[in-house]
């Protein structure tokens, strides 16, 4: 769990880091990319997409890494996302003859590394089903509270009265109109 949690961490120092540069120079980030940023609403793009959806995924790895049963499907996240993100760059290559740039190249070994490392740490938490706690034996009762058995009970019955206990103490009907009910 610890080289898991040490992937995830450190994925998420990385796209916490690239946010805050997407967020802080959009200008020099996107001139990284060889994109110009002419308008407004680009600059807000790029500050919004690539700073704030690096910076949510960040956060989302720092709360998995917090716990070893969400650690496994943040792996598979990071795993399906950069490797689609390489994906994404090859077709890109193939479809536009283009060349790859440095920060490109460099972009994109980052990515393969972080598909491999999330991997590596995805196989090596083992997915182990809990043991079930045991239930509760309830121990059978060794003494009646009763030390007679019941009488079965007929219609018209009343409950039986015991002569040990004085009148006094004896449970009186209730009637109306008296001063201590």
């Known amino acids: 769990m610890r080289f898991a949690r040490f992937v995830l961490l450190a994925q998420a120092l990385v796209m916490a880091c690239l946010s805050l540069a997407y967020w802080l120079w959009p200008h020099e980030m996107a001139n990284l990319n060889g994109m110009l940023l002419m308008e407004t609403a680009s600059v807000s793009h790029m500050r919004v997409y690539y700073g704030g959806l690096q910076l949510g995924l960040a956060l989302f790895l720092i709360w998995a890494a917090r716990a ?37 190249l460099a972009s994109m070994l980052y990515r393969v590394l972080a ?32 030390s007679e058995s019941p009488m079965p009970f007929k219609l018209g019955d009343t409950p039986p009265t015991d002569e040990t206990v004085p009148a006094e103490a004896a449970p009186q009907p209730f009637r109306r109109g008296d001063p201590i009910a």
Do not use: C, K, Q
């Open 115 to 146: 598909v491999v490392f999330a991997g590596l740490a995805w196989r090596a938490i083992r997915e182990r089903p809990e043991p079930e706690p045991e239930p509760e034996r309830l121990e059978p009762a060794t003494h009646r509270l009763v």
């Open 68 to 104: 070893p049963e969400r650690a496994r499907p943040a792996l598979i996240m990071l795993v399906m996302t950069m490797a689609a993100l390489v994906l994404g760059r090859l077709v890109s290559l193939w479809l536009d003859g283009g060349d790859l740039v440095g920060f490109d």
